[in-house]
């Protein structure tokens, strides 16, 4: 029984975590390309009481929009909770591990975005189809090159449990500095960019009809709906920085549910996202948006980088 | 547990004796419609209730058949007639049988409840009687091909089964188009016919049998060059059927132009008996000990199927021309599972291909499921608005709000999303690949990784396909008056879709059952069995050789279904109840939307025609006429063709090679009696000197 408690207690602690660091990384990022421009920019804090607001404004919902519209953001706000109960954060094993993979993960992902891709046609405007079928063509070929880097580190670890795979680098430390693990890396950073929409491949701060693509599906909510859909959004981030950091260097990640371990796994994890979100924030400054039609010439290069380190495990092994 | 297994004849009798009376009810009352004993009117509804009740029962007992066998292992033979040249004729259906014939009678329950509402539309306009007949005889000819166990029969039923298709896709004989594809059709399954004789002979000339009993595990006694040939004859002649690329040209217009529920069965169904054969062949008949190139050149077909499939289903905007092309993408995808099995067969990892035949049966029912579920979707918008073309189409949602769900959960479905069932065998497929990546064997690692790269592209692809689909025909406004008066289908097609719907959710959330059934299937095809390496406790689908690979469905679904009271109650704690206010969608100040506004499926598809241009090689035109000044154009033509490289590069000048061959020998058939005399006379010289 009470082993069932602690499944629980653990995962509890589990989404409260994603939940809340959701908007931080958002602020930081902020907060980061604000300092590149020069600019103070506004607090680290500020998505969280943008969050707030919204919670409380009203919804307007357009004539046209189905049940469809009133579904999805509860929806795509659940499936990135259940997403992140499946991938490490602070600690591994997760205790609901056996419940989904790394591939239930992508195509969790991917049920959000064919839901929010819907909305964007069922409210009858011109900016939802546009978004969604830029987001659809997009995600289309993102899909193999993020198949193919999560290969490399599946067929590594002999499994695609995000725990076991995780937990294999965790025990073999030295392996984390194999080139093939490095070359998968940088494939899924790419990937990283393209799928939570950041700049060169979508621009999150832009209302421009000709750049837009996330913002153009979900141009219509408003109120409580936007910000299910915005805080959805942070959290993928985070769960995508999770992965990057978890999947490829798990230094220092609790091994055990013990408060000590805990304590150094939550300030590593937090170093590690803080890091990473600096990182994109400064690929955020230094890049332009690319044009829709150079995208799939990056998604290439981060295939060819996936491709590259499954020849070089192959190769030279793990 | 009581043995129930000798109630399988009479479960079979009454089945085939079902069919059969369905398909007889017309013919006969036929007869006594001429002498004037009722009117057209009772005639048709007699036939229409009888014949599809007919059907439903026989495959109602078809799926208790099928069940029997699957859960009790106990073979089903039934010996029909002893014939002088070709021994007993028999039915013999085994557990590779029964899944098929499951899958087939449960689709064919569906589709008979839905076709009792669906020809109602029929009543009065069409021949009623023959719709009924060929429905049956096509079902009874389909159940047929499966069981059937000796290949002279096999033949025979099969020749049945595509001759009532070509009929029923040729049942609107009156449009052109119709016609066309039956012909198409009727051709290209004939080359696939012509080829499965060839290899038959082969196979009766080197083991000297015709019961498929006999033919099992055959492969060593023939020698190594025939055995390819057989190979080769069966994966073309079984693939045309299957409609791989690229033999493909016919399914994407023969589905279309037959009616509905017609169309659900061929794209759900009969396309599946290819697999089937290819199934018993490679596995069956010439297994074990199989040339690794076979297997590659399965996965090759395989991944060109998938891919190219579900790229030109993007570029259509006929509903049923885009589930059609959809039907190839998945056939790619299951024969990405039986092609791993036959090259992890090759290297001697029999465990490993038992997981990768699984996942491509599993694929089979649940394409069933759902292509059958989208097909019959369709098949009510064409019933609500008269209309196929999606760009007429729009705001569905509203009038017809039960197709709308049923469609949706059907596009989910097939585009492998969690919690439904084209997840699960996806899943399944990606990890049997994982897997195979172990095998030391330098086409392995490079056939494995394209291959995984290759499925995640088609089901991300499908994905954007079917947000295209629902979107525009369901969502936003309606674009033509025929959306804007689409009325809601019958409740018999309303609970023939909603059945399939659940046959989708159910195959999703419970893949430990589905597997334990199709367990022993791989098992009596390689020898090995999964039993101790998949475990089912739970729901909990555990792959093999990695002691912690799984997923469950049922416990993801539950705890995505609790884990929705977080927003809910966590939004109404943070801002109070939820106060909403209709208003227009934003139209850049306009003061009102209009349909136009909204994008089109052609539009939606453009940046998907963009990146891949080379494929499609599309060209468009513009023409505008003006007037008087270019300021006032009268009007606009936009045409868009993509080119069908097949077409182009395989099939035309094939046409043009036989045409032009057919021409020169029409020098010889002059109409001059004497000239015939005289071949018949060197025909004969030459037969005397060389044919003795």
Redesign the interface.
């Known amino acids: 029984m009470s082993e069932f408690f602690g499944v629980i207690l653990i995962s509890l602690f589990q989404?409260l975590l994603v939940l809340a660091t959701g908007p931080l990384v958002n602020g930081i990022i902020k907060k980061t390309k604000a300092r590149f421009q020069r600019r103070r920019g506004a607090s680290v804090l500020q998505p969280y009481f943008d969050?707030?607001k919204l919670?409380?404004?009203?919804?307007?919902?357009?004539?046209?929009?189905?049940?469809?519209f009133r579904i999805t953001?509860?929806?795509v706000?659940?499936?990135t909770?259940?997403i992140a109960?499946l991938v490490p954060t602070v600690a591994t094993p997760v205790p609901?591990?056996?419940?989904?993979?790394i591939?239930?993960v992508i195509?969790?992902f991917?049920?959000g975005?064919?839901f929010v891709?819907?909305v964007?046609?069922?409210?009858?405007?011109?900016?939802?189809?546009?978004g969604?079928?830029?987001e659809?063509?997009?995600?289309?070929?993102?899909?193999?090159?993020?198949?193919?880097a999560i290969?490399t580190v599946?067929?590594t670890a002999?499994?695609?449990?995000l725990?076991?795979i995780v937990g294999r680098l965790t025990s073999s430390p030295a392996s984390m500095l194999n080139p093939a693990h490095l070359l998968a890396f940088s494939g899924l950073f790419i990937v990283t960019l393209a799928e939570t929409g950041r700049v060169p491949v979508d621009n999150p701060a832009t209302h421009l009809e000709l750049t837009m693509i996330h913002e153009a599906m979900i141009?219509?909510y408003s109120?409580?709906y936007l910000?299910?859909i915005e805080w959805a959004s942070q959290m993928k981030l985070i769960v995508f920085l999770a992965l990057l950091s978890n999947m490829f260097f798990p230094l220092y990640m609790a091994t055990t549910w013990s408060p000590w371990a805990l304590l150094i796994g939550s300030a590593a994890f937090f170093g590690k996202i803080i890091v990473l979100a600096v990182v994109v924030a400064v690929v955020e400054s230094t890049n332009a948006k690319l044009r829709?039609?150079r995208v799939?010439e990056l998604l290439m290069v981060a295939?060819i980088l996936s491709?590259l380190a499954?020849i070089l495990y192959?190769i030279i092994g793990a | 547990m009581h043995d129930w297994t000798y109630l399988q004849l009479p479960v079979f009798l009454f089945m085939a004796t079902g069919f059969a009376a369905g398909a007889l009810l017309p013919v006969i009352l036929t007869g006594l419609r001429r002498r004037d004993v009722m009117s057209r009117d009772v005639f048709e509804r007699v036939v229409k209730n009888f014949g599809f009740i007919a059907a439903f029962v026989s495959s109602l007992a078809g799926c208790i058949l099928a069940l029997s066998i699957l859960l009790y292992g106990e073979p089903l033979h039934v010996d029909l007639l002893y014939t002088r040249h070709f021994g007993m004729m028999s039915i013999h259906a085994d557990r590779l049988s029964a899944l098929f014939l499951g899958t087939i009678s449960l689709l064919a329950a569906a589709v008979s409840v839905y076709s009792l509402g669906y020809a109602t539309e029929f009543l009065g306009r069409r021949n009623l009687g023959l719709l009924v007949f060929l429905y049956n005889a096509f079902l009874l000819s389909m159940v047929s091909v499966v069981v059937a166990g000796h290949t002279v029969l096999f033949v025979f039923v099969w020749e049945a089964m595509s001759l009532t298709t070509y009929f029923l896709i040729n049942y609107d004989h009156e449009d052109p188009a119709s016609r066309r594809a039956a012909f198409l059709y009727v051709v290209m399954t004939h080359i696939g016919t012509a080829l499965l004789v060839v290899m038959f002979m082969l196979l009766y000339s080197f083991t000297g049998a015709f019961g498929f009993e006999s033919l099992k595990s055959a492969g060593p006694r023939i020698p190594a060059f025939e055995r390819s040939l057989i190979f080769l004859c069966a994966a073309i002649g079984f693939g045309v059927k299957a409609g791989i690329i690229p033999f493909h040209i016919w399914l994407p217009e023969a589905h279309p132009a037959a009616p509905s529920n017609i169309s659900a069965l061929m794209s759900g169904v009969m396309i599946k008996t290819g697999i089937y054969g290819m199934v018993r062949v490679f596995f069956d008949f010439l297994g074990p000990d199989i040339p690794q190139w076979w297997g590659v050149l399965i996965l090759v077909l395989a991944v060109a199927s998938s891919v190219l499939g579900v790229l030109y289903a993007l570029m259509e905007h006929d509903l049923k021309r885009l589930l059609a092309f959809h039907s190839i993408e998945n056939i790619g995808i299951i024969l990405m599972g039986v092609g791993a099995a036959l090259l992890f067969s090759s290297l001697g990892n029999n465990a490993l291909a038992a997981l990768a035949l699984i996942a491509g049966l599993y694929h089979v029912l649940n394409h069933a499921m759902f292509k059958g579920l989208l097909f019959l979707g369709a098949g009510s918008v064409l019933h609500g608005t008269h209309s196929r073309n999606i760009e007429e189409l729009g705001?569905l949602?509203?009038k017809m709000p039960w197709t709308s769900f049923f469609f949706l959960i059907g596009a989910?479905a097939i585009?492998?999303?969690?919690p439904l069932n084209g997840?699960v065998s996806e899943?399944l497929t990606?990890?049997a690949l994982?897997l195979g990546?172990?095998i030391s064997d330098l086409v392995v690692?490079i056939a494995v990784?394209l291959t995984?790269?290759?499925?995640?592209?088609t089901?991300?692809?499908a994905?954007?396909c079917?947000?295209?689909a629902?979107?525009?025909t369901f969502?936003?406004?309606p674009r033509s008056d025929r959306a804007m008066h689409a009325r809601e289908s019958s409740p018999t097609m309303i609970a023939a879709m909603a059945s399939l719907a659940i046959a989708c959710a159910v195959f999703g959330l419970a893949p430990g059952l589905v597997v334990s059934v199709l367990d022993p299937i791989a098992s009596s095809l390689l020898g090995t069995n999964l039993s101790g390496q998949v475990s089912l406790n739970g729901g909990?689908l555990l792959v093999p050789d990695?002691?912690?690979?799984?997923?469950?469905p049922p416990?993801?679904t539950g705890?995505?279904m609790a884990?929705?009271a977080?927003?809910?109650v966590g939004?109404f704690l943070?801002?109070?109840r939820?106060?909403?206010?209709?208003?227009?969608?934003?139209?850049c100040g306009l003061p009102k939307?209009e349909?136009r506004?909204?994008?089109s499926a052609t539009?939606?598809?453009?940046?998907?025609r963009?990146?891949f241009s080379n494929i499609y090689r599309a060209t468009h035109e513009i023409e505008i006429s003006e007037e008087t000044s270019p300021y006032f154009r009268a009007s606009i033509t936009y045409e868009l063709k993509t080119e069908s490289v097949f077409l182009k590069h395989i099939y035309e000048p094939a046409y043009n090679i036989i045409v032009t061959s057919a021409r020169m020998f029409r020098r010889i058939q002059t109409g001059h009696l004497q000239s015939y005399l005289a071949y018949i006379f060197i025909t004969l010289v030459l037969l005397l000197l060389f044919a003795r």
């Not at chain 1, 919670?55 to 469809?68: G, I, M, N, Q, Y």
């Not at chain 1, 659809?136 to 193919?148: Q, V």
């Open positions: 989404l969050l707030a919670f409380r404004k009203e919804v307007v919902v357009p004539f046209v929009a189905s049940w469809l953001p509860y929806l706000f659940a499936s909770l259940v109960l609901l591990h056996w419940m989904g993979d591939i239930t195509y969790l991917a049920l975005r064919f891709a819907l964007g046609l069922d409210t009858g405007g011109a900016f939802g189809g546009l969604s079928s830029r659809m063509s997009i995600a289309s070929i993102i899909e193999p090159a993020m198949m193919l290969f599946a067929v002999g499994s695609t449990n725990s076991v141009l219509e109120g409580r910000a299910l829709l039609f799939p295939f491709l499954l192959f | 705001g949602i509203e989910v585009s492998g999303l969690p997840f899943w990606f990890q994982l990546f172990h690692k990784p995984v790269a290759l499925l995640a592209l089901g991300a692809l994905a954007a079917f947000v295209k629902f979107g525009i969502l936003g406004l909990m990695s002691t912690s690979t799984s997923i469950s416990v993801l705890l995505l884990i929705i977080v927003p809910l939004a943070l801002g109070g939820l106060r909403t206010r209709a208003a227009m969608t934003w139209a939307i349909p506004m909204q994008y539009g939606f598809s453009k940046p998907i963009m990146i």
